[in-house]
């Protein structure tokens, strides 16, 4: 695992974007792609470097990490919408290549392994963007998730359930669960990149970095995976020892 210390969230989104940058360069890149806040920055270094012609994403296609299960994709926080605004929208990247649970098929259990039978019928993911939760969560695989889990239903704790409240009007409206990538299916991925900002993350990134690999702190399967870089500013780093 490379742990890569920026100054500031700018820097953090620089170096993002040269790693995702290299594999769209290569051509065919397979993206996976991350919500939240944590990566909106490379987000918009990705569209500065389309815009100024560094960058082509015509080849490229996309695979999301997870969706809120009932919320209808047209909703602004739906993660289908989300990553069409803050990143799709603003690249020539085709939006019909950029995939994501669906979390309004009937048959819900059945989306996610459909959803596994894509990533893999695409070949797989070249490269996997990762925010972290404060309890240690990446994608939606809560404390507790498996290991070797594939992409299911999750229930999403009280405590991620606030962190999220502020996308939302209020916490009351944060949908209880959501269908994400298992840990099994992220590990897949060939390059695992994980984006970590401000000392919120501090405890997150030590114990995934530094603890045991253990379910209770989901993300320390980054220190199964091969080839892992973590991207994150000094307050992120804090808790490093
Ligand atoms: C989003 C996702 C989540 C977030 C995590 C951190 O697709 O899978 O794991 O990456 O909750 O969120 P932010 O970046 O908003 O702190």
Known sequence: MEIVIRADEHEVATTVADIVG????????????ATGS????SYRELARRYRDGELDFTTASGFLLDE???LPK?????????IRSEF???VNLDPARVLSPNGEAGDIAGEGRRYDAAIAAAGGVDVQLLGIGTD???GFNEPGSSLTSRTRVKTLTEQTRRDNARFFDGPDDVPHHVLT??????????????????AGKA???AAAAEGPLSAFCPASVMQWHPHVTVVIDEAAASKLK
């Open 68 to 70: 809120y299960v009932g």
């Open 203 to 205: 405890d997150a990134i």
């Open 136 to 138: 240690g969560h990446i």
């Open 74 to 82: 047209s909703h602004p926080q739906s993660y289908f919408s989300v």
């Open 38 to 41: 944590s990566p909106l920055g």
């Open 22 to 33: 290299g594999y769209v360069r290569q051509g065919n890149a397979i993206l996976g792609l």
């Open 88 to 90: 799709v929208d603003h």
């Open 181 to 198: 990538q298992g840990l099994g299916t992220i590990r897949e991925a060939r390059h695992l990149v994980m984006i970590a900002l401000g």
